[in-house]
């Protein structure tokens, strides 16, 4: 017999603290358990007598799964393969969620909102089932239930009869990235709102800005709203708003018995709202993001009846076809380069506000302007508010999840996801809609995505254009983030044969491509390569592959007896299909810096190779803009602690990539050119800059000075330029370095970049290409760096209140390279984390010195006192 789990979780009791004006709460605290170990139904779990004492104790949002491990019922899930090891059985079956709140007023008006059930639900409140798994289904659609009917004073007992996601469900998916969650994800996996008003009510509350983009100095306004009159009587309300201190808005409106109508504010009736010399809302490093606030109320008589606070910015979003026929986009006018990484959220969609916001922080850290999200992730609105207020642009649609069988379990079409049923193309596009409102107010999110690899089918595609036309017409929308598949194969009549090309019948061809790589590939590719993955168009999703983070994260995830050599319990931490063991990637690690004996200096050497192979691909769409419109690394972060696509691990470790990022995307800065051996200068802000200088050193390995020149420089705003062609050297050795310095007329050091680079190149097999990989068929000589001779450095550093300032020297006559620095705690000996460095893993030419600084946020009980150390590559 099958044994079925509930959960039911139990809120401690929430109390509303309802003052004389509407208010809401966000009910978190709750109890689950097993359905196996219930006897009673709905109705006898959601009444106050029910005994739940031996439930489980948990907060909504939660997983069940991610309950359990918080409970301690599952304990080090992520060590080796302990993962693979839990039993799914207690999870294929439903689960209970109950809490319970206090009211007080049962004359006023409540409903409840589900933000987020995996995957449907039976909904119990006060002994009466208020919303059944039929209508109560999809992960991504909101469900608000009008309770005022059901309430009681006093305590009101809430359960919620979760059911798994069926096998072919539109379901929260992983695809290849990481193993899927025991649990599938099932549970309320965002908040549940308990929100009381009166009469009159708010909703759909949406803010639009038309900017004069000739000067950028007029902003027209404009707001809708629905009203929704709950009463049996007409009824008149005032609806007053304000934005800041300068407009304060009032108009009156009357509302038949029980209607709902939408109301609008438009500057042609109220001039405050053409706002002259507007604060626009820019993207990191273009400008400030600057945001505003919204109040808006509706009275009644004298009485507040519901109110609504939202914050929004000022901006615009277009796109753009360049002359190669690809798509880029701009802001408020402006072309822009976007730079970016895919996000994803944790495995058992526990991340805390903390952890998201620190993220975001990263993101804006590495100099980045974007992040694209493969799914509509986040148990809240942190990642996109903390979006807001950083200037990261999101980029947000479907998974691949429902595109390939082997994820969605239906059948697979060429070119199409595998959504075609009428009732699950509804099910689709109002999960879509809703998505849309929950999220249309944030000046973060830039772009809507409807596919990832592939188009919805036609009527799909219209359906999810209709609700975009009614409820957001402000943003691009890009019916997939494929063009064409890699390697099309075409019959004597010039017809596609294999493969498929994403050329929508409603939205014509999507201009964007996803052709690769996904596997480790040389820093020169993104320069020579004109029909793949290089640096033209906009490349949706692509990277060179593993980013194996420092070894304290290895010793974390991989049993000690297992670190070294690498084997099964490695690939388990890497990604899935083609992209499960490292034998590519150790392959031309061990071709290009040599063969290690052990996990030390494999994990430090990998820091080497991940800054050198993410560094080129960034630069490379940087020096090529706007032919390149746009460059999304694949990925940002990790759902679970691994090897694979990643610029620092769950951990939030940083790895080589993520210094290697922050120096490529830095706004005003020197690139060499892998594909032409020449210098450029890039800027990426919106102001000219004159009166520049470079800096440029080549020594071999025996820190030689072979060249030194000065150039200047004067660089349009968001412009790239070649500077200079490096000649042909004498004395050269096979691994040489290149030292560029950026510097104002003042004489102060901008930005600096620092290379390692070989005579003997890294030769392509293009011809041997796939879609996730181009091999390498011969390699780059770095192994003299091994061998190189050794430097000494003086160092000193102090620690202030949550940052530490480090001066470095380097007092010796040979190159010290790639030094990393970390801030530790004394109690736990391990890094703290996360933390921003100025810069790191650098290297010092002979008797260079650099002053870096750090913040970061040390918790004195279990980190201790924060210690400083380092460690470099040659240093004695």
């Known amino acids: 017999m099958k044994k079925t789990i509930f959960i039911i979780l139990v809120i401690g009791i929430n109390t509303l603290l309802f003052s004389q004006k509407p208010n809401s709460i966000q009910l978190t605290d709750w109890k689950i358990q097993n359905s196996n170990l219930v006897k009673e139904n709905g109705k006898d779990i959601s009444i106050e007598q029910h005994n739940d004492k031996t439930w489980i104790q948990t907060n909504v949002p939660s997983t069940v799964f991610n309950a359990l491990v918080k409970n301690g019922t599952y304990k080090d899930i992520y060590i080796g393969k302990n993962l693979e090891k839990i039993d799914t059985k207690p999870f294929s079956n439903p689960w209970w969620y109950k809490t319970s709140f206090n009211i007080n007023d049962i004359n006023q008006i409540y409903s409840l909102t589900f933000n987020g059930i995996n995957y449907s639900a039976d909904i119990w409140l006060n002994g009466k089932r208020i919303g059944n798994k039929k209508s109560i289904q999809s992960a991504y659609k909101i469900f608000n239930l009008d309770i005022t009917d059901h309430i009681v004073k006093g305590k009101n007992v809430l359960a919620v009869e979760i059911f798994p996601p069926g096998k072919t469900d539109l379901t929260i998916g992983f695809v290849d990235w990481n193993p899927p969650a025991p649990d599938k994800n099932m549970g309320i996996w965002r908040g549940v709102t308990l929100k009381k008003t009166k009469e009159v009510s ?71 709202l053409q706002i002259q010399n507007p604060k626009l809302w820019w993207t990191n490093n273009l400008g400030e993001p600057n945001l505003y606030d919204l109040n808006i109320s509706a009275t009644v008589g004298k009485t507040i009846s519901d109110n609504e606070h939202i914050r929004f910015g000022i901006r615009d979003i ?137 188009l919805p089918v036609p009527e799909l595609e219209r359906k999810l254009n209709n609700y975009l036309k009614e409820f957001d017409n402000t943003r691009p929308i890009v019916a997939s983030c494929k063009y064409k598949d890699f390697d099309l194969k075409y019959n004597e009549k010039g017809e596609v044969i294999e493969g498929y090309i994403n050329d929508s019948e409603i939205s014509g061809p999507t201009r964007v491509k996803m052709l690769g790589p996904y596997a480790y590939i040389s820093p020169n590719y993104w320069y020579i390569d004109s029909i793949a993955g290089g640096a033209f168009g906009f490349n949706t999703e692509t990277g060179p592959g593993p980013q194996v983070p420092p070894l304290e994260s290895l010793k974390k995830m991989i049993p000690k007896d297992k670190l070294w050599p690498i084997n099964d319990v490695w690939n388990f931490h890497n990604g899935r299909n083609e992209f499960q063991t490292l034998d590519r990637y ?289 240093l004695n």
């Open 202 to 272: 708010l909703k759909n509350i949406f803010i639009r800005s038309k900017i004069d983009l000739e000067t950028l100095q007029k902003a027209d306004l404009i707001i809708t709203a629905d009203l929704v009159n709950h009463s049996p009587k007409k009824i008149s309300t005032i609806i007053n708003l304000s934005i800041g201190e300068d407009i304060k808005i009032s108009k009156e409106f009357s509302l038949n018995p029980n209607e709902s109508r939408s109301i609008q504010f438009l500057s042609d009736e109220f001039r405050q």
């Open 318 to 454: 277009s796109e753009y076809t360049n002359q190669e026929g690809h798509k880029g986009y701009k802001l408020n006018g402006k072309k822009i380069l976007i730079k970016g990484a895919g996000w994803v959220d944790d495995l058992l969609l526990g991340d805390t506000p903390k952890k998201v916001k620190a993220q975001l922080q990263y993101v804006k850290h590495m100099n980045m302007n974007t992040i694209r999200l493969e799914g509509f992730w986040g148990n809240d609105k942190t990642i996109y508010e903390k979006a807001d207020e950083l200037g990261i642009l999101v980029m947000i649609g479907w998974s691949c999840h429902w595109e390939w069988e082997g994820y969605s379990n239906r059948e697979e079409l060429t070119k199409y996801m595998s959504i075609t049923e009428p009732e699950d193309m509804q099910l689709h596009a109002e999960g879509y809609r809703d998505q849309v409102i929950w999220l249309r107010n944030h000046p973060s999110v830039f772009l809507w995505s409807y596919g990832s690899d592939k």
């Open 586 to 874: 150790i392959k031309a690690f061990n071709g290009r810096y040599g063969v290690n004996n052990n996990v030390e200096d494999f994990a430090f050497k990998s820091q080497i190779s991940n800054y050198e192979a993410i560094r080129a691909m960034f630069e490379a769409f940087a020096v090529n803009k706007y032919k390149a419109t746009g460059i999304i690394q694949w990925m940002l972060n990790s759902a679970w602690p691994e090897t694979f696509w990643q610029l620092y691990d769950w951990y939030m470790m940083p790895n080589g990539a993520f210094y290697g990022t922050k120096k490529a995307c830095q706004p005003l800065g020197l690139i060499y050119n892998y594909g032409d051996n020449a210098i450029y200068i890039n800027n990426e802000y919106n102001d000219l800059y004159s009166n520049l200088k470079a800096e440029i050193s080549i020594l071999n390995i025996n820190s030689d000075v072979l060249l030194k020149k000065e150039i200047p420089i004067t660089i349009e705003e968001r412009k790239s330029k070649k500077l200079f062609t490096i000649p042909e050297l004498k004395e050269l050795s096979k691994t040489y370095f290149l030292s560029m310095k950026l510097i104002d007329k003042q004489g102060n050091e901008i930005s600096s970049n620092f290379y390692w680079l070989s005579t003997k190149e890294d030769v392509l097999d293009f011809k041997n290409s796939t879609w996730f990989m181009t091999p390498i068929a011969e390699y780059a000589d770095f192994t003299a760096l091994n061998t190189m001779p050794k430097a000494t450095v003086k160092v000193t550093h102090k620690f202030t209140d949550k940052s530490i300032t480090v001066n470095i020297k380097n007092t010796s006559n040979k190159l010290a390279f790639f030094i990393d620095l970390q801030v530790k705690g004394s109690k736990s000996g391990e890094s703290i984390l996360p933390i921003f460095w100025d810069d790191n893993y650098l290297s010092l030419l002979p008797g260079e010195e650099h002053q870096i600084k750090a913040t970061f946020t040390n918790n004195k009980r279990t980190d201790g006192d924060p210690i400083f150390t380092y460690k470099g590559f040659n």
